[in-house]
């Protein structure tokens, strides 16, 4: 029994180590098409804004605290470079529980990017996002080209870095 206890000990840690890292299950596979309705229920298409630019998927959830501070610091960067061609859509993945604080927290931020409605969590299924806070990068060609589990101040840093290399291609 105890040898079975830290077995299943050492797959999660390695589990976890796994997930936190880049994740290899999305890197350099062509993004996955998606429909979601915004705010205001308008549907909204990935297909119709791959090619514009990068593009930043920030799933996250109203009640999970590194989440909102990770599509804050995130916020920031759209502003720099929306006007560049970089685009972010914020993936609410709020349950039928919570999903009604999710457009009063988007507008009490006075976010400007697009926030669209991943109740079901069906895309975060098709792109891995098992937990939040977790951010795709998409280029131009609508390859995935970097994607990152979890949210630690700092992470901004090496997205910016992504989405600079991405805006001067």
């Known amino acids: 029994m105890k040898s079975l206890l830290i077995s ?97 927290y988007v507008k009490s931020k006075k976010y400007k990017f697009q926030v669209l409605y991943d109740s079901d969590q069906e895309v975060s299924r098709i792109y891995y996002a098992f937990d939040v806070p977790f951010s795709v990068l998409i280029d131009a060609s609508g390859t995935i080209v970097y994607s990152h589990l979890g949210y630690m101040k700092g992470d901004e840093i090496e997205l910016e870095k992504n989405i600079k290399k991405l805006l001067n291609e």
């Open 8 to 104: 299943l000990i050492i797959i999660l840690v390695f589990v976890t180590a796994l997930a936190q890292s880049d994740n290899n299950l999305n890197s350099g596979r062509t993004a996955p098409n998606f429909k979601l309705e915004n705010l205001a229920r308008e549907i909204i298409e990935l297909n119709d804004i791959v090619g514009t630019g990068p593009v930043l998927l920030c799933f996250w959830s109203s009640c999970c605290k590194s989440a909102v501070s990770q599509l804050e610091a995130f916020a920031e960067l759209y502003d720099n470079y929306n006007g560049q061609g970089f685009t972010m859509l914020g993936i609410a993945t709020d349950d039928e529980n919570t999903v009604a604080k999710v457009k009063p």
